[in-house]
């Protein structure tokens, strides 16, 4: 699955986002090292801080049927310029995938692209959680 691949589920999984509340619908597509892909959107709730995120709603259905590795993740929003994930996602993104490619498209079909270790430098880590003193 090539980049252009990867985007085209995260837009069309933005179809199928839940988002009354905000009127921003998302979504993802996760690629996992052995070549599957997971898409996600965002789901809202009346009770607002039960929401969740398009990108960890990819990312948990993948974890949750095995997967472990990652390569990349497309994001897709109906914004002037796309859309990089928020801290929340980025920190559960890097549990599993400190070096993922993200790319992030618009509905005119610009594209933005980083990697995570960039737009989350110094990532709290599991090391971390071994450091105690
Ligand atoms: N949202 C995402 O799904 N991904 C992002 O990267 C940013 C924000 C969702 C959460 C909420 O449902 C709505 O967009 C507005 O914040």
């Known amino acids: 699955m090539n980049k252009n691949e990867l985007l085209k589920v995260a837009v069309k999984a933005r179809n199928n986002a839940y988002a009354p509340y905000s009127h921003f619908k998302v979504g ?3 690629l ?3 070549g599957k892909v997971y898409s996600g959107c965002n789901i809202e709730n009346s009770s607002y801080g039960a929401s969740i995120c398009a990108e960890r709603v990819a990312l948990f259905k993948a974890v949750s049927e095995g997967e472990k590795e990652f390569l ?3 994001i897709a929003t109906d914004t002037k310029k796309p859309v990089m994930p928020c801290g ?8 599993f995938a400190p070096n993922l490619k993200i790319y992030a498209i618009n509905i005119d079909g610009k594209v933005k692209e980083a990697l995570l270790d960039q737009i989350l430098p110094d990532a709290f880590t599991k090391e971390d959680l071994e450091d105690i003193k």
């Open 28 to 30: 993802a597509a996760i």
């Open 32 to 34: 996992a090292k052995n």
């Open 88 to 95: 929340i996602c980025r920190q559960v993104l890097s549990e």
């Open 72 to 74: 990349a993740i497309a």
